[in-house]
Protein backbone atom coordinates (compact mmCIF):
# COMPACT_ATOMS: atom_id res chain seq x y z
CA UNK A 1 0.00 0.00 0.00
CA UNK A 2 2.47 2.69 1.21
CA UNK A 3 4.39 2.00 -2.13
CA UNK A 4 1.51 2.63 -4.54
CA UNK A 5 0.98 6.05 -2.85
CA UNK A 6 4.24 7.02 -2.82
CA UNK A 7 4.22 6.59 -6.80
CA UNK A 8 0.73 8.45 -7.03
CA UNK A 9 2.25 11.45 -4.97
CA UNK A 10 5.11 11.98 -6.95
CA UNK A 11 3.68 11.47 -10.14
CA UNK A 12 0.57 13.62 -9.57
CA UNK A 13 3.22 15.97 -8.22
CA UNK A 14 5.18 16.11 -11.38
CA UNK A 15 2.01 15.89 -13.51
CA UNK A 16 0.10 19.15 -11.64
CA UNK A 17 3.15 21.08 -11.08
CA UNK A 18 3.97 21.29 -14.59
CA UNK A 19 0.11 21.43 -15.80
CA UNK A 20 0.27 24.27 -13.70
CA UNK A 21 3.60 25.77 -14.38
CA UNK A 22 2.03 26.92 -18.41
CA UNK A 23 -1.19 28.85 -18.18
CA UNK A 24 -2.60 27.89 -21.30
CA UNK A 25 -5.23 29.51 -24.38
CA UNK A 26 -7.94 27.91 -22.97
CA UNK A 27 -10.26 26.72 -26.42
CA UNK A 28 -8.41 30.03 -28.57
CA UNK A 29 -5.90 29.04 -31.46
CA UNK A 30 -2.38 30.79 -30.64
CA UNK A 31 -1.63 30.32 -34.48
CA UNK A 32 -1.58 34.56 -34.53
CA UNK A 33 1.76 36.09 -32.74
CA UNK A 34 -0.36 38.64 -31.73
CA UNK A 35 -1.76 36.74 -28.68
CA UNK A 36 1.11 34.82 -27.78
CA UNK A 37 2.94 38.35 -27.61
CA UNK A 38 -0.05 39.71 -25.50
CA UNK A 39 0.38 36.96 -23.40
CA UNK A 40 4.35 37.15 -22.84
CA UNK A 41 3.41 40.97 -21.64
CA UNK A 42 0.56 39.84 -18.83
CA UNK A 43 2.94 37.86 -17.76
CA UNK A 44 5.77 40.21 -17.47
CA UNK A 45 3.22 42.81 -16.00
CA UNK A 46 2.03 40.37 -13.26
CA UNK A 47 5.10 38.52 -12.36
CA UNK A 48 5.59 39.70 -9.01
CA UNK A 49 2.13 38.56 -7.71
CA UNK A 50 2.43 35.08 -9.88
CA UNK A 51 2.53 31.59 -8.22
CA UNK A 52 5.95 30.63 -8.01
CA UNK A 53 4.21 27.12 -8.66
CA UNK A 54 7.43 25.04 -8.24
CA UNK A 55 7.99 26.21 -4.83
CA UNK A 56 4.63 26.29 -3.78
CA UNK A 57 3.09 22.42 -5.03
CA UNK A 58 7.07 21.34 -3.36
CA UNK A 59 6.04 23.02 -0.22
CA UNK A 60 2.33 21.42 -0.78
CA UNK A 61 3.74 18.14 -1.47
CA UNK A 62 6.07 17.56 1.69
CA UNK A 63 3.98 19.58 4.46
CA UNK A 64 2.07 16.67 6.44
CA UNK A 65 -1.82 16.56 5.31
CA UNK A 66 -3.82 17.16 8.87
CA UNK A 67 -7.40 15.63 9.47
CA UNK A 68 -9.58 17.45 7.72
CA UNK A 69 -12.63 18.50 10.67
CA UNK A 70 -16.01 19.19 9.22
CA UNK A 71 -18.25 20.35 11.18
CA UNK A 72 -16.63 18.38 14.28
CA UNK A 73 -16.13 14.98 12.18
CA UNK A 74 -13.01 14.29 10.70
CA UNK A 75 -11.61 11.95 7.56
CA UNK A 76 -12.45 13.71 4.83
CA UNK A 77 -10.55 11.49 2.69
CA UNK A 78 -10.99 8.19 3.86
CA UNK A 79 -15.30 8.97 3.62
CA UNK A 80 -15.15 10.27 -0.09
CA UNK A 81 -13.15 7.35 -0.71
CA UNK A 82 -15.54 4.96 0.87
CA UNK A 83 -17.94 6.64 -1.19
CA UNK A 84 -16.78 6.82 -4.36
CA UNK A 85 -15.90 2.80 -3.56
CA UNK A 86 -19.69 2.14 -3.32
CA UNK A 87 -20.03 3.21 -6.16
CA UNK A 88 -18.07 1.41 -8.05
CA UNK A 89 -15.45 4.79 -8.61
CA UNK A 90 -11.70 3.41 -8.45
CA UNK A 91 -10.36 5.70 -6.14
CA UNK A 92 -7.04 6.45 -8.17
CA UNK A 93 -5.01 8.39 -7.22
CA UNK A 94 -6.18 8.70 -3.82
CA UNK A 95 -8.41 10.83 -2.02
CA UNK A 96 -6.24 13.91 -0.26
CA UNK A 97 -6.48 17.28 0.50
CA UNK A 98 -5.75 20.01 2.66
CA UNK A 99 -8.05 23.39 3.70
CA UNK A 100 -6.59 26.06 2.90
CA UNK A 101 -6.28 29.28 0.72
CA UNK A 102 -5.98 28.30 -2.41
CA UNK A 103 -4.51 30.50 -5.19
CA UNK A 104 -6.29 33.20 -7.22
CA UNK A 105 -7.06 33.39 -10.97
CA UNK A 106 -6.50 36.33 -12.80
CA UNK A 107 -8.53 35.31 -15.82
CA UNK A 108 -8.42 36.91 -19.50
CA UNK A 109 -11.07 37.45 -22.13
CA UNK A 110 -10.52 39.71 -25.21
CA UNK A 111 -13.39 42.70 -25.22
CA UNK A 112 -15.03 42.10 -28.44
CA UNK A 113 -16.52 38.31 -27.74
CA UNK A 114 -16.60 36.14 -24.15
CA UNK A 115 -13.84 33.85 -24.48
CA UNK A 116 -11.99 32.08 -21.98
CA UNK A 117 -8.89 33.07 -23.30
CA UNK A 118 -6.37 33.17 -20.64
CA UNK A 119 -5.93 32.90 -16.70
CA UNK A 120 -2.82 33.13 -14.94
CA UNK A 121 -2.46 31.61 -10.80
CA UNK A 122 -1.34 34.37 -8.31
CA UNK A 123 -0.54 34.57 -4.57
CA UNK A 124 -3.75 33.59 -2.59
CA UNK A 125 -3.13 36.43 -0.19
CA UNK A 126 -2.86 39.78 -2.32
CA UNK A 127 -4.58 42.83 -1.08
CA UNK A 128 -7.70 44.42 -2.75
CA UNK A 129 -5.01 47.35 -4.24
CA UNK A 130 -2.60 44.63 -5.80
CA UNK A 131 -6.12 42.76 -7.60
CA UNK A 132 -7.04 46.53 -8.62
CA UNK A 133 -3.21 46.91 -10.26
CA UNK A 134 -3.06 43.79 -11.88
CA UNK A 135 -6.57 44.24 -13.45
CA UNK A 136 -5.49 48.13 -13.97
CA UNK A 137 -2.54 46.62 -16.22
CA UNK A 138 -4.24 43.66 -18.09
CA UNK A 139 -7.01 46.22 -19.14
CA UNK A 140 -4.70 48.78 -20.45
CA UNK A 141 -3.58 46.32 -23.25
CA UNK A 142 -7.01 46.40 -24.35
CA UNK A 143 -8.16 43.00 -22.40
CA UNK A 144 -11.32 42.25 -19.90
CA UNK A 145 -9.28 41.05 -16.99
CA UNK A 146 -11.16 39.41 -13.53
CA UNK A 147 -9.21 38.18 -10.33
CA UNK A 148 -11.37 35.95 -8.65
CA UNK A 149 -11.31 33.53 -5.71
CA UNK A 150 -11.76 29.74 -6.44
CA UNK A 151 -13.53 26.87 -4.21
CA UNK A 152 -10.65 24.65 -4.85
CA UNK A 153 -7.41 23.68 -6.46
CA UNK A 154 -6.75 20.01 -8.26
CA UNK A 155 -3.69 20.97 -10.07
CA UNK A 156 -2.03 20.14 -6.68
CA UNK A 157 -1.49 16.80 -4.56
CA UNK A 158 -2.89 16.93 -1.97
CA UNK A 159 -5.74 19.46 -3.29
CA UNK A 160 -6.64 22.59 -1.95
CA UNK A 161 -10.19 23.53 -0.72
CA UNK A 162 -10.87 26.95 0.53
CA UNK A 163 -11.86 27.67 3.99
CA UNK A 164 -13.94 30.33 2.84
CA UNK A 165 -17.41 28.40 2.25
CA UNK A 166 -19.90 26.35 3.81
CA UNK A 167 -19.33 23.00 5.43
CA UNK A 168 -21.05 21.13 2.25
CA UNK A 169 -19.98 23.36 -0.29
CA UNK A 170 -15.98 22.43 1.29
CA UNK A 171 -17.03 18.65 0.58
CA UNK A 172 -18.62 19.21 -2.82
CA UNK A 173 -15.25 20.69 -3.34
CA UNK A 174 -12.61 18.15 -1.95
CA UNK A 175 -14.70 15.52 -4.58
CA UNK A 176 -14.72 17.82 -7.46
CA UNK A 177 -10.39 18.58 -7.08
CA UNK A 178 -10.01 14.94 -6.37
CA UNK A 179 -12.44 14.53 -9.97
CA UNK A 180 -10.52 16.56 -11.91
CA UNK A 181 -7.10 14.24 -10.74
CA UNK A 182 -9.30 10.96 -11.69
CA UNK A 183 -10.04 12.42 -14.88
CA UNK A 184 -6.69 13.79 -15.95
CA UNK A 185 -5.70 10.20 -16.22
CA UNK A 186 -8.49 9.66 -18.78
CA UNK A 187 -8.90 10.74 -22.49
CA UNK A 188 -11.63 13.62 -21.56
CA UNK A 189 -9.95 14.36 -18.45
CA UNK A 190 -6.13 14.13 -20.33
CA UNK A 191 -7.26 17.08 -23.34
CA UNK A 192 -8.06 18.90 -20.61
CA UNK A 193 -4.40 18.43 -18.95
CA UNK A 194 -3.27 19.41 -22.73
CA UNK A 195 -4.89 22.51 -22.16
CA UNK A 196 -3.79 23.57 -19.97
CA UNK A 197 -0.07 22.93 -20.85
CA UNK A 198 -0.32 24.96 -23.93
CA UNK A 199 -1.74 22.59 -26.33
CA UNK A 200 -5.19 24.73 -26.80
CA UNK A 201 -8.47 22.34 -27.12
CA UNK A 202 -11.85 23.59 -28.16
CA UNK A 203 -13.96 25.24 -24.95
CA UNK A 204 -16.15 22.05 -25.02
CA UNK A 205 -14.04 19.95 -24.27
CA UNK A 206 -13.28 22.82 -21.09
CA UNK A 207 -16.82 22.88 -20.33
CA UNK A 208 -17.38 19.32 -20.88
CA UNK A 209 -14.37 18.32 -17.98
CA UNK A 210 -15.34 21.04 -15.08
CA UNK A 211 -19.54 19.70 -15.90
CA UNK A 212 -18.65 16.14 -15.66
CA UNK A 213 -16.55 16.54 -12.44
CA UNK A 214 -19.17 19.06 -10.80
CA UNK A 215 -22.02 15.98 -11.64
CA UNK A 216 -19.51 13.64 -9.81
CA UNK A 217 -19.20 16.09 -6.85
CA UNK A 218 -22.66 16.53 -6.49
CA UNK A 219 -23.57 13.33 -6.17
CA UNK A 220 -20.98 12.03 -4.67
CA UNK A 221 -20.30 15.18 -2.23
CA UNK A 222 -24.23 15.25 -1.36
CA UNK A 223 -23.59 11.69 -0.43
CA UNK A 224 -20.89 12.44 2.16
CA UNK A 225 -22.16 15.16 3.61
CA UNK A 226 -25.38 13.91 4.27
CA UNK A 227 -23.94 10.71 5.69
CA UNK A 228 -21.39 12.02 8.13
CA UNK A 229 -21.34 15.67 8.52
CA UNK A 230 -25.48 17.49 8.23
CA UNK A 231 -25.89 16.51 12.17
CA UNK A 232 -29.38 18.00 13.31
CA UNK A 233 -29.63 21.66 13.78
CA UNK A 234 -27.17 21.91 10.85
CA UNK A 235 -28.86 24.51 8.24
CA UNK A 236 -26.26 23.46 5.16
CA UNK A 237 -25.61 26.40 2.70
CA UNK A 238 -28.83 26.76 1.13
CA UNK A 239 -29.45 30.12 -1.02
CA UNK A 240 -32.42 31.89 -0.04
CA UNK A 241 -35.34 33.31 -1.76
CA UNK A 242 -34.10 36.89 -2.33
CA UNK A 243 -37.22 38.93 -2.46
CA UNK A 244 -38.82 37.01 -5.33
CA UNK A 245 -35.51 38.11 -7.16
CA UNK A 246 -34.34 35.02 -9.79
CA UNK A 247 -30.59 35.34 -9.87
CA UNK A 248 -30.39 32.58 -12.46
CA UNK A 249 -32.80 34.36 -14.79
CA UNK A 250 -31.10 37.80 -14.40
CA UNK A 251 -28.31 36.81 -15.00
CA UNK A 252 -28.65 34.57 -17.96
CA UNK A 253 -31.02 37.77 -19.34
CA UNK A 254 -27.72 39.81 -18.54
CA UNK A 255 -25.23 37.13 -20.77
CA UNK A 256 -27.64 37.43 -23.91
CA UNK A 257 -27.77 41.22 -24.11
CA UNK A 258 -24.59 41.40 -23.61
CA UNK A 259 -23.77 38.72 -26.44
CA UNK A 260 -26.05 40.73 -28.42
CA UNK A 261 -24.29 44.11 -27.76
CA UNK A 262 -21.04 42.38 -28.86
CA UNK A 263 -22.04 40.98 -31.62
CA UNK A 264 -22.95 44.51 -33.10
CA UNK A 265 -19.08 45.58 -31.68
CA UNK A 266 -21.28 48.27 -29.40
CA UNK A 267 -18.42 47.51 -26.62
CA UNK A 268 -18.90 50.32 -24.87
CA UNK A 269 -22.24 49.89 -24.73
CA UNK A 270 -22.22 46.66 -23.18
CA UNK A 271 -19.79 47.60 -20.48
CA UNK A 272 -22.13 50.36 -19.56
CA UNK A 273 -24.71 47.53 -19.35
CA UNK A 274 -22.92 45.22 -17.33
CA UNK A 275 -21.43 47.90 -14.97
CA UNK A 276 -25.93 48.60 -14.45
CA UNK A 277 -26.81 45.15 -14.20
CA UNK A 278 -23.89 44.60 -11.57
CA UNK A 279 -25.36 47.62 -9.60
CA UNK A 280 -28.69 45.55 -9.75
CA UNK A 281 -27.52 42.22 -8.57
CA UNK A 282 -26.30 44.28 -5.23
CA UNK A 283 -28.94 45.77 -4.56
CA UNK A 284 -30.38 42.63 -4.53
CA UNK A 285 -27.89 41.21 -2.17
CA UNK A 286 -25.68 39.85 -4.55
CA UNK A 287 -22.20 41.23 -3.79
CA UNK A 288 -20.71 40.66 -7.43
CA UNK A 289 -17.79 43.49 -7.69
CA UNK A 290 -16.68 43.36 -11.57
CA UNK A 291 -19.34 41.88 -14.14
CA UNK A 292 -17.79 42.15 -16.81
CA UNK A 293 -16.59 39.36 -20.45
CA UNK A 294 -13.70 38.09 -18.02
CA UNK A 295 -16.61 37.14 -15.41
CA UNK A 296 -18.68 35.33 -18.08
CA UNK A 297 -15.97 33.73 -19.43
CA UNK A 298 -15.08 32.46 -16.26
CA UNK A 299 -18.68 30.97 -14.87
CA UNK A 300 -19.46 29.99 -18.54
CA UNK A 301 -16.67 26.99 -18.44
CA UNK A 302 -19.08 25.40 -15.58
CA UNK A 303 -22.06 24.48 -17.69
CA UNK A 304 -24.95 24.45 -14.70
CA UNK A 305 -23.74 28.02 -14.29
CA UNK A 306 -26.37 30.56 -15.33
CA UNK A 307 -23.67 32.55 -17.42
CA UNK A 308 -23.32 29.62 -19.58
CA UNK A 309 -24.96 29.46 -22.70
CA UNK A 310 -23.96 26.42 -23.17
CA UNK A 311 -26.19 23.11 -23.76
CA UNK A 312 -23.71 20.91 -22.46
CA UNK A 313 -24.74 20.73 -19.18
CA UNK A 314 -28.39 19.83 -19.72
CA UNK A 315 -27.47 17.14 -22.35
CA UNK A 316 -25.10 15.68 -19.85
CA UNK A 317 -27.38 15.95 -17.30
CA UNK A 318 -29.75 13.59 -19.81
CA UNK A 319 -26.80 10.87 -20.41
CA UNK A 320 -26.51 10.71 -16.67
CA UNK A 321 -30.37 10.41 -16.18
CA UNK A 322 -29.86 7.24 -18.56
CA UNK A 323 -27.84 5.50 -16.31
CA UNK A 324 -28.62 3.89 -13.20
CA UNK A 325 -25.52 4.05 -12.44
CA UNK A 326 -22.57 6.89 -11.47
CA UNK A 327 -19.81 4.50 -12.59
CA UNK A 328 -21.58 4.01 -16.43
CA UNK A 329 -22.26 7.14 -16.78
CA UNK A 330 -18.29 8.30 -15.66
CA UNK A 331 -16.71 5.72 -17.21
CA UNK A 332 -18.53 6.59 -20.50
CA UNK A 333 -18.25 10.41 -20.38
CA UNK A 334 -14.56 10.06 -19.92
CA UNK A 335 -14.07 7.92 -22.26
CA UNK A 336 -15.51 10.54 -25.11
CA UNK A 337 -12.33 12.58 -26.92
CA UNK A 338 -14.42 15.31 -28.62
CA UNK A 339 -17.54 17.55 -28.41
CA UNK A 340 -18.57 15.80 -31.73
CA UNK A 341 -18.37 12.28 -29.50
CA UNK A 342 -20.29 13.87 -26.87
CA UNK A 343 -23.09 14.91 -29.81
CA UNK A 344 -23.59 11.17 -30.72
CA UNK A 345 -23.45 9.68 -27.44
CA UNK A 346 -26.87 12.37 -27.04
CA UNK A 347 -28.00 11.61 -30.18
CA UNK A 348 -28.65 7.77 -29.29
CA UNK A 349 -30.34 8.43 -26.31
CA UNK A 350 -33.95 7.40 -26.77
Known amino acids: MIPVKIVCYTLLAF ?9 GGVGQPDDDRRFNNLKSEIRHEVKQYSLNLVDWEITNFITPV ?21 QDIPVVPPVHTRITLPPLLLVISPKDKIVYWDRVLLYPDLNDNQIEEIENKVDALGLSSLVTKIGGFGAAYPSIVSPDMGEANQVNAAVEEWAHQYLAFRPLGFLYLLDSLGF ?36 NSVVKERAGFDF ?31 L ?25 DPCSVSPIYNDM ?34
Do not use: W
Request: proline letters at 1%; charged letters at 25%.
Open 317 to 350: TRLRNSYDKLSDFVNEVTNISSYEGFQAAIKRLP
Open 280 to 304: IFIQHGYKIRKLNQAYFAFHAIYGQ
Open 248 to 278: DKEMRETRRTVDSLLKDNAIERAELYMNERR
Open 200 to 235: SQPSEIISMNETLAGIIADEIGDEVYARYYNTAGNQ
Open 15 to 23: LFTATACVA
Open 66 to 86: KEVHINGVDGLSEKISLVLKE
